[in-house]
């Protein structure tokens, strides 16, 4: 039987100016070191230097930026992209030892500024068609509650269906926080038409994207939660526990009722969540 995953997908995590690029590559990664990352021409806004971990296809995997320009906090930034968090035949990281990466983050009180974390469903518990239909404009209120769907400025931030494969639930643009829904063999932009990197099976994926303060506080809490270190307020939290948890604060499909806050989850919903935190 397949099951409901949870994971991350997107990682960006920020450290003190202290810590040397070697000491936080050794920290958090197995099998890799720090002369893996090659300098880069192109730049990243507010740092002066940029080193990539790319496969030999060229993707990369994960990117470092140092020597910061900007006046507000100075602090180097390491992106691990989803590729490295993935199962894809792509990823030369396959498995990433995503505990040692959690605790090695914990260990140098990195800050958390983007995190995307996921739930797959290969179980076939998502009603794809019926999921379009109450994300229309003039029923979605009724069906999905959302931090992230508020009213902004006296106009509705509506469901944005994207590509016809994906929904977008939250405002527009890469700095806002957001749930994204798509089916993952439609995606364009995930390289699954490749025949050495194929899907084994359809599935549903679900991401929640944090950015900014939402990033940094519950990154923060996620971190805590899932380190093994006790020092660093290491619990027995399962990463199935603290997804569905964190998805529980900003996201659900609901069934319509008088008052938005107090609508019953619905049934799929409720049962997908469960299995997810197992």
């Known amino acids: 039987m397949q099951q409901i995953t949870t994971g991350l997908d997107h990682l960006h995590l920020t450290f003190s100016e202290a810590h040397s690029f070697e000491k936080i590559v050794s920290t958090l990664f197995t099998g890799i070191t720090a002369q893996d990352f090659k300098p880069a021409r192109k730049q990243q806004k507010w740092y002066r230097s940029t080193r990539l971990l790319q496969t030999t296809l060229g993707d990369t995997l994960a990117a470092f930026h140092s020597d910061s320009t900007s006046t507000f906090g100075r602090r180097n930034l390491l992106q691990v992209h989803g ?76 469901p944005k269906l994207y590509g016809g494969t994906s929904i977008y639930y939250g405002r527009h643009g890469r700095s806002y926080c957001k749930v994204l829904f798509y089916q993952k063999h439609l995606c364009p932009n995930q390289r699954v038409y490749e025949p050495d990197n194929q899907l084994k099976y359809p599935y549903i994926r679900y991401e929640l994207k944090l950015r900014g303060s939402a990033a940094q506080r519950q990154g923060a809490e996620l971190f805590s939660k899932l380190c093994s270190i006790s020092a660093f307020g290491g619990t027995s939290t399962t990463m199935g526990e603290a997804v569905v948890d964190l998805f529980g604060k900003h996201f659900a499909f609901v069934v319509p009722g008088r008052r938005s806050s107090r609508r019953k989850l619905q049934p799929w919903w409720r049962e997908l969540l469960r299995r997810a935190a197992v």
């Open 83 to 158: 590729l490295a968090f993935s199962s894809s035949a792509l990823n030369a990281l396959r498995p990433l030892d995503l505990q040692k990466l959690i605790d090695g983050a914990s260990e140098l009180d990195a800050h958390v500024s983007e995190i995307d974390l996921v739930i797959d469903d290969t179980a076939g518990i998502t009603p794809v068609a019926q999921i379009y239909e109450q994300s229309l404009p003039h029923r979605y209120k009724d069906f999905v509650r959302s931090t992230f769907l508020k009213d902004y400025r006296g106009k509705p931030t509506e």
